[in-house]
């Protein structure tokens, strides 16, 4: 949750309000992340929330910022960053493209997770591939990849109420789990076999912010025997594509 509190001063002349507030919207969506949510950018500059609400979806309109799908938030539009000097827009890599890219080069699903305020969010599906196990994916994430990933990033920021054993494999046992997840932290690389539901594999992997945090997730999906959980060429690609993610911001 963003605490921060940046009241947007008393203007002097004639500089109209609006744009100021409409300008510290934009550094607050900027500071705040992308797939800030209305009610953070509202909070961090102290602007009131119908106000900030009002002016976030002009300014979609006018495409300086976009809306995240799933998120229901909003991050830098290209005009935003034309106007900071980024690349051209023919430079710039949407992160479907790597994802559809990974879809090429495997027969397993391919999953983009977002963990913003420390909640697990699809915001990329595999249209090929049924997601087994999806409504224990964000209650209990202590039974897969994409969750045990989060949590070994999150230790003091998610808690964990309900320890359930949703196969033989599921660990359950809060010091084995405290082991899982220190493995996690030193490798990068969250796995799973027949934990969540039995026949699921899955490999997890980071993806880092310019702070080196951990924002979310790109995994890989597939049947126990079939998706191996060593496979180091695709673990290769799948951090090398995390990492083309994080940096296409």
Request: hydrophobic share 45%; aromatic share 4%; proline share 4%.
């Amino acid at each position: 949750m963003v605490t921060r509190t940046t009241r947007v001063p008393e203007t002097g002349g004639h500089e109209p309000r609006a744009v100021q507030k409409a300008l510290a919207l934009l550094e607050a969506v900027a500071q705040i992340g992308s797939g800030a949510r209305a009610k953070d950018v509202a909070n961090f500059t102290g602007i009131a929330p119908a106000t900030a609400y009002r002016l976030l979806n002009l300014l979609v309109a006018d495409g300086y910022l976009v809306r995240i799908e799933d998120l229901s938030g909003f991050a830098l539009g290209r005009r935003t960053r034309e106007l900071a000097g980024a690349a051209p827009q023919t430079a710039v890599v949407d992160h479907r493209q790597i994802v559809d890219e990974i879809r090429s080069h495997t027969r397993f699903g391919v999953y983009l997770v977002s963990y913003q305020h420390d909640r697990i969010a699809l915001i990329d599906r595999d249209p090929d591939h049924e997601l087994p196990g999806e409504s224990a994916l964000a209650t209990h994430p202590h039974a897969s990849a994409i969750g045990k990933l989060l949590l070994a990033n999150r230790p003091d920021g998610v808690s964990l109420k309900d320890l359930r054993k949703f196969t033989s494999r599921t660990i359950t046992d809060l010091a084995d789990l405290a082991v899982e997840l220190s493995r996690i932290r030193i490798c990068g690389i969250a796995i799973e076999v027949d934990e969540i539901k039995v026949g699921r594999s899955a490999i997890a992997v980071p993806i880092r912010d310019d702070a080196d945090g951990v924002r979310g997730a790109l995994a890989v999906i597939g049947r126990t025997g079939r998706l191996h959980t060593d496979d180091a060429g695709l673990i290769e690609l799948l951090t090398v594509s995390a990492r083309e993610i994080g940096t296409a911001r």
